[in-house]
Every structure is written in C-alpha cells, then in structure tokens.
C-alpha cells in the first residue's frame, strides 16, 4: 500500500481563511442589502409604525401597495436626463429604487393604513383591530 503525502504551501491556511472571511455573511450582506433601507418596526397600544430611514427622496415617488395581506413599500426614483456641470471626485448619493415587503395578519385594519414623510423618516401606521370585550356573564342552563 502506498501512501501519497501532498505538501500544502504555507500560504494557503492563510488565504483560505482570508476567503472564509471575505465570504461571511456580514460581508454578503452589506452587498445584498446596500439598496435597501433600514427599517424598525415598533408596536404601540393601537397599532404598528413600520418607519424606514429614507433621507433625501422626494415623497411623491414613494408607493405603498396592500395585495393579499402583503404590505409593499418601494420607491423609484424619475430619471432626468440632465447634464451635470459640476465635476465629482465621489458620487455616492444614488438611491434609484428599493422595495420592502411586510406581510400583514387579519388583526390589523388594512384598510386604514396611512404613511407620513418627514425628516428622512417614511413612517406607515397599520392599525390594530380593536379587540371586543366579552361580558363576563354566567348564564345557567337548566338540563331537561
């Protein structure tokens, strides 16, 4: 029986690791999700505020769609053909679109969900629905 022994170079270890690092998943999401904006979503006593960090975009390109119980906030921007005078070093301000989906349960008024703009905030409000209180009465009932 023979026995065959492969000699790594000492390189390796270390660009597999540097790899494995490059790779992460911190490192992917900061890829996949550099278009998206961040949101936060608070509970209140009578309802939901969906708030998503959106400063700098103009209010009327927001849309806000319900379609079976899925709550969709995007945003495209109108592209205007301009011709830039200004010479950049570094042009970093270019959200064009995004797109976040919520799904909604039947507790919530969906039909009287209402969004503000203001300060870079997009703020959605979904209401809850009104929970019924139950009369705690005791009705006997007599057994025939």
């Known amino acids: 029986m023979t026995h065959f022994r492969v000699k790594t170079p000492n390189y390796v270890p270390g660009f597999l690791n540097a790899m494995d690092k490059l790779m992460s998943e911190d490192f992917q999401s900061s890829f996949v999700n550099s278009n998206r904006p961040a949101v936060n979503i608070t509970e209140k006593e009578n309802g939901y505020d969906i708030t998503l960090m959106a ?14 119980q899925q709550l969709t906030i995007s945003y495209e921007k109108s592209e205007e053909n301009t011709e830039e005078t200004e010479k950049f070093i570094r042009k970093e301000f270019a959200i064009k679109s995004f797109k976040r989906s919520f799904t909604l349960n039947e507790n919530l008024k969906s039909d009287e969900i209402t969004a503000s703009y203001e300060n870079g905030l997009l703020i959605v409000h979904v209401p809850k629905v009104e929970e019924t209180v139950h009369d705690a009465k005791v009705k006997t009932i007599n057994v025939n």
């Open 55 to 68: 400063p700098g975009l103009n209010k009327a390109d927001f849309k806000i769609a319900l379609e079976d």
